[in-house]
């Protein structure tokens, strides 16, 4: 992480009004590309069951990629 940066700087608004909390960006992405997934397929005719398990798999697996991914690039081996 960089130091210089402002805290505040990974960050997006919500709902402008008074004491607005600021969302994370990689959580906002997060949730809309999962339920943009889980519509899709909605969309495209498969049954519930069969979206649940699509997108549990692929968290799995991205949360593999990304622990490999940060692990290969980090300067201290975890």
Do not use: D, Y
């Not at 997060?30 to 519930?48: K, P, Y």
């Amino acid at each position: 992480m960089n130091m210089r940066t402002h805290a505040h700087a990974s960050c997006v608004q919500g709902p402008v009004r008074k004491g607005s909390p600021l969302l994370p960006v990689p959580a906002v992405v997060i949730i809309v590309v999962v339920l943009s997934l889980t519509a899709g397929l909605a969309a495209w005719g498969q049954n519930l069951e069969t979206v649940i398990a699509t997108i549990t798999v692929g968290g799995l697996l991205a949360v593999e990629l990304v622990r490999r991914t940060v692990a290969i690039f980090s300067a201290h081996r975890v």
